[in-house]
């Protein structure tokens, strides 16, 4: 009878045991690693909003940011699998190991000139000189892209690097240039600046130069898109454009690596959407977070998990794990019917004061994954020595067999990191805040 009793006894603790691991793994978050950059850029302002609110909220998806130099390092960092997702602009460098999840902002390839330069379409650069603002390089390609639809060779426009659109006013007074190339979301300093920058130089009206054939362009190259900049879009009296125009643009993207967990992705997709009104508030440029084209033929491919989200088909925790979770119940039943016939034989008092102590140290982990502040943390590991203690003191009177004992010390290495993992988010947090300071 004792040897069955013991059986059964460990049987439940080993299922306990196997329940806080289980507790312990369902329970922590996942970590993703999202390249972005440069630091002062607009897409990093609003991952960085993105990774403190999934914190705030104690979301089951969490993102680790990867600074990187710009679009290109940040795609790099994909198919170097040192990040999980990155955010890339599609004519710069698209991952071969990426797929979108969604779309964070559209940008237009925004073609600007003072009325006496005497520029009013595309062919009028021939020979000229042009600005170009931020990204450089990548501009500088978009520009080449434009002029060889045109059949305008590149050598036949000079290219002037300009750091700030506070360069641009100077540099039409003064010839330096002819017109300006900036690109940006529609609303953001990097257009608004810059047609200001035209306004002032030209006593006048800013001259937008369309591209009329963004639609040709974009039929032959994947990477780019017609872009519609409506009349008025930089406000002004009379509007400013005066007429609706179409030039190129390009979009920036979330992607993530194509072996990323379906259910990781359709859950932070989830999450990335229901917090984009909260994130707006903040950064406007939230509000331009779109989904992608889902067309499984589409040039640009969405992640699967994304996908699920976008079409309704995510499964759910259930769906995903219920086989075991139908095990799980056969063998609770099992050992809970051996325990119960058992149970008689055993000493009520002495059961429920150990299984008492198990109780308390779940509820330590539970508060620890919930707490706000050191001193919760300080509070939770006082209580744990409590139980430490405690259970050594029924260890020393033989109240507590070896079996149980190594049960009660997993579940204290457990509480003891959940303690510390929480502490490492509160540390985090706090460096992020005086980051943003």
């Known amino acids: 009878m004792r040897r069955l009793f013991l059986t059964a006894v460990a049987a439940c603790l080993a299922l306990l045991a196997m329940g806080l691991f289980a507790f312990q793994w369902v329970s922590a978050p996942t970590t993703l690693r999202v390249a972005v950059g440069p630091m002062d850029s607009d897409d990093t302002r609003l ?47 698209m991952p071969a190991k990426g797929q979108t999840v969604a779309i964070m902002h559209r940008d237009a390839a925004l073609l600007l000139t003072s009325e006496h330069k005497g520029i009013s379409k595309v062919s ?22 434009i002029l060889d639809h045109y059949e305008i060779p590149k050598d036949s426009v000079t290219t002037v690097r300009l750091n700030s659109p506070d360069e641009v006013e100077q540099a039409l007074r003064t010839n330096k240039i002819d017109a300006v190339l900036a690109v940006g979301a529609l609303g953001t300093a990097a257009l608004n600046d810059s047609a200001a920058a035209v306004v002032r130089a030209g006593a006048g009206a800013p001259v937008f130069i369309p591209v009329g054939e963004a639609a040709a362009i974009a039929q032959g190259l994947a990477v780019v898109e017609p872009f519609e900049i409506v009349r008025g879009a930089f406000g002004g009296t009379p509007p400013r454009p005066p007429e609706t125009l179409t030039t190129l643009g390009v979009s920036h993207r979330l992607v993530a690596h194509m072996k990323l967990d379906e259910g990781v992705i359709s859950e932070f997709t989830r999450l990335l959407f229901e917090m984009r009104p909260a994130l707006s508030k903040d950064i406007p440029l939230a509000n331009r977070i779109e989904q992608p084209d889902t067309a499984k033929g589409s040039a640009l491919p969405v992640h699967s998990g994304a996908s699920a989200y976008y079409e309704g088909q995510v499964t759910t925790f259930f769906e995903r794990y219920g086989d ?7 063998v ?5 019917s051996a325990a119960a016939a058992v149970a008689s034989a055993a000493t009520d008092r002495s059961r429920s004061r150990t299984m008492a102590l198990l109780d308390q140290l779940l509820r330590i982990i539970q508060k620890a994954r919930t707490a706000e502040s050191e001193d919760q943390l300080q509070a939770l590991e006082a209580e744990a020595d409590q139980v430490l203690a405690a259970a050594l003191g029924k260890a020393g009177r033989d109240t507590m067999d070896q079996t149980v004992m190594v049960a009660m010390f997993l579940g204290l290495d457990q509480a003891r990191r959940a303690i510390h993992e929480q502490r490492l ?11 943003a300071e």
């Open 47 to 93: 991952m960085v909003a993105v990774m403190q609110t999934l914190a705030r909220e104690r979301e089951t998806v969490r993102l680790k940011l990867v600074l990187t130099d710009g679009a290109a390092a940040s795609a790099a960092a994909i198919e170097d699998d040192t990040a999980d997702l990155a955010v890339v602009r599609s004519d710069v460098a």
């Open 124 to 145: 009028g650069l021939w020979g000229r000189n042009v600005g170009i603002l931020r990204r450089q390089e990548a501009n500088a390609r978009l520009l080449e892209t």
């Open 324 to 330: 075991w979770f139908y095990l799980g119940v056969m």
């Open 332 to 336: 609770v039943s099992i050992l809970g």
């Open 425 to 435: 988010i509160l540390e985090a947090q706090l460096s992020l805040a005086h980051a």
